[in-house]
T-cell receptor
Framework: EPEVTQTPSHQVTQMGQEVILRCVPI?????FYWYRQILGQKVEFLVS????????KSEIFDDQFSVERPDGSNFTLKIRSTKLEDSAMYFC????????????FGPGTRLTVL | DAKTTQPNSMESNEEEPVHLPCNHS???????IHWYRQLPSQGPEYVIH???SNVNNRMASLAIAEDRKSSTLILHRATLRDAAVYYC?????????FGAGTILRVKS
């Protein structure tokens, strides 16, 4: 079965530093998503991306966050100036269609902000 | 955002069927019902989804009430590997809004 991959698996950074989390979605998928999960809490939607632009974003996804599809295969999440509360698991997902489509989730990147 | 209500936890014996209920009384006519599960330290894994009719796949079955205000995920024979958090999710717009889910424990 096709898989979404994410790198790195674990990222440790100092507060105030920029981080870029990387994802390789499934190759023929058109819709891309980022979710996060703070330890012990629910999985939270951050942003959806289609046709090189954001289609929807949550209140969490403020000006400190940005997403990009720099080439035909990667999808990235950038946090410009990390805060302690950004520490979480970040999951990338992709789907082949919009409504009613299965999402394929990656294994996640654990971000630790010190 | 459309909301779902699930039991906090359930327990099952290995090799027996499991019925995981979900209430979604505020569902609208175009909301798909998705089920995902999450094992510890892993990403969510797709289980099944549907709109109006019951659905079957190799992992599970999804029974949707006629009024669509509730649904049940059926695992036909639980194994120890099915122990996970199961999320019933209404697809709202282009996003899946996760709730707290049901922790399924499977006893050998």
């Amino acid at each position: 079965e096709p898989e979404v991959t994410q790198t790195p698996s674990h990222q440790v950074t100092q507060m105030g530093q920029e981080v870029i989390l990387r994802c390789v979605p499934i190759s023929n998928h058109l819709y891309f998503y980022w979710y996060r999960q703070i330890l012990g809490q629910k999985v939270e939607f951050l942003v959806s991306f289609y046709n090189n632009e954001i289609s929807e974003k949550s209140e969490i996804f403020d000006d400190q966050f940005s997403v990009e599809r720099p080439d035909g295969s990667n999808f990235t999440l950038k946090i410009r100036s990390t805060k302690l509360e950004d520490s979480a698991m970040y999951f990338c997902a992709s789907s082949g269609g919009r409504a009613g489509s299965r999402r394929f989730f990656g294994p996640g990147t654990r971000l630790t902000v010190l | 955002d459309a909301k779902t209500t699930q039991p906090n936890s359930m327990e099952s014996n290995e090799e027996e069927p499991v019925h995981l209920p979900c209430n979604h009384s505020t569902i609208s006519g175009t909301d798909y019902i998705h089920w995902y599960r999450q094992l510890p330290s892993q990403g969510p894994e797709y289980v099944i989804h549907g709109l109006t009719s019951n659905v079957n796949n190799r992992m599970a079955s999804l029974a949707i009430a006629e009024d669509r205000k509730s649904s049940t995920l059926i695992l036909h024979r639980a194994t120890l590997r099915d122990a996970a958090v199961y999320y019933c999710i209404l697809e709202y717009g282009n996003k899946l809004v996760f709730g707290a889910g049901t922790i399924l424990r499977v006893k050998s």
